[in-house]
């Protein structure tokens, strides 16, 4: 065996390559996993004990040495190589293509963020499909509560305990939150909820939402209405009005919709705000000392307000559009209209 491995170094000292090919072809008979090196480590075994070690370190110089001509022939025929690389696609269209633009309700959606990333809102994110006790039990949702009826919720399956839906809001992101984090928290939650409701020009069976939540000591209504009249002024301008009125949510008390001046019609009246000079675009109010016990949180310690807005519903006061179902239609004539400065 000795000889055979003599023999072979001689075939690799010896050897040289004109072309890429040949180079090739040594590689296989070679190195290759059927090569002669390897058949050497096969009848390695059948080598006396006695001179393994010598037989060892001869086949191990081998395969180094033919690796090291294997590399430098290699880098040398690749140094040679003057032939013109053709980048060229020929499959190509001779007419340029338009580079496409980012959708309407993720240009808002990053506004939004950005927007409340400036006074240290982070966000957070959560599954689309949720159990009872985040979606609505943690939120204080009595059992009776009409937002369990299958008119408004997508349920996808009941074990006989606890039923399974598709997320109605980005609330129970927040309940996650306050699960796993000790306050101060402010978060904000953006995602894609659903609700059973018919499709029209100002609603839609699943829509876009970013949440809000801010948990701190001494947190007050007014840091409520300050943080969202920074948000209204940012997003619309500063000649935008707002104004809120005395609502209803099972996890804030008190609770207030956010109406803003509708910037489709400039508060004239026209049928996305019905005829008012306001559209509402989302629900508000301090969270309910319930919800804080539902979560572990202290509630004689901590307080804190949430808001929650349809991204949809902010780009039709942003880009004047008068029906959301635009949005998920995928016509490109009206998609390519959009520039992002994000």
Same mark, same amino acid.
């Given at each position: ?64 040495? #033919? ?14 190589? =003057? ?10 269209? &001779? =007419? ?13 959606? =990053? ?8 006074? &240290? ?28 009826? +299958? ?8 074990? %006989? ?25 402010? =978060? ?12 029209? #020009?100002? #609603? ?24 969202? +009249? ?46 008012? %000079? ?30 929650? +807005? ?19 239609? &995928? ?12």
């Amino acid at each position: 065996m000795k000889e055979k491995i003599k023999k072979l170094l001689s075939e690799v000292e010896n050897f040289k390559a004109g072309s890429k090919e040949e180079l090739e072809d040594f590689r296989i008979e070679m190195l290759g996993s059927k090569g002669k090196i390897k058949d050497l480590f096969s009848d390695f075994r059948t080598v006396p004990n006695e001179n393994k070690k010598e037989v060892g370190q001869l086949i191990n110089t081998l395969k180094v040495k #033919a690796q090291d001509k294997f590399d430098a022939f290699k880098e040398s025929l690749a140094g040679n190589d =003057t032939s013109v690389k053709d980048d060229l696609d020929l499959s190509r269209t &001779g =007419t340029p293509v338009k580079l496409g633009s980012r959708h309407p309700i993720s240009i808002v959606r =990053t506004e939004i963020i950005d927007i409340f990333s400036r006074i &240290g809102f982070t966000v957070s994110e959560g599954p689309e499909i949720e159990d009872d006790w985040h979606n609505f039990s943690a939120l204080n949702f009595p059992l009776e509560h009409p937002a369990r009826d +299958m008119q408004d919720t997508f349920f996808v399956e009941s074990d %006989g305990e606890e039923e399974i839906a598709l997320r109605t809001h980005t609330s129970s992101v927040q309940v996650r939150m306050m699960e796993n984090t000790k306050p101060p928290i402010r =978060t904000l939650s953006p995602g894609r909820v659903y609700r059973n409701e018919a499709i029209s #020009a100002r #609603a839609h069976c699943f829509f876009h939402q970013v949440e809000g939540l801010y948990i701190a000591e001494n947190v007050s209504f007014a840091d409520l209405k300050q943080t969202l +009249m920074y948000f209204a002024k940012e997003m619309f301008g500063e000649e935008t009005k707002i104004r809120l009125r005395p609502s209803y949510f099972p996890f804030t008390e008190p609770s207030a919709e956010m109406d803003v001046s509708c910037s489709v019609c400039n508060s004239k009246g026209c049928n996305v705000c019905k005829y008012t %000079g306001y559209l509402e675009i989302m629900g508000c109010g301090m969270v309910d000392p319930n919800v804080l016990e539902n979560c572990g949180i202290d509630s004689k310690k901590y307080s804190g307000f949430a808001f929650g +807005m349809g991204v949809e519903r902010i780009a039709m006061l942003k880009y004047k559009v008068n029906d959301l179902r635009l949005y998920s239609e &995928g016509d490109v004539r009206f998609l390519e209209q959009f520039k992002s400065a994000f």
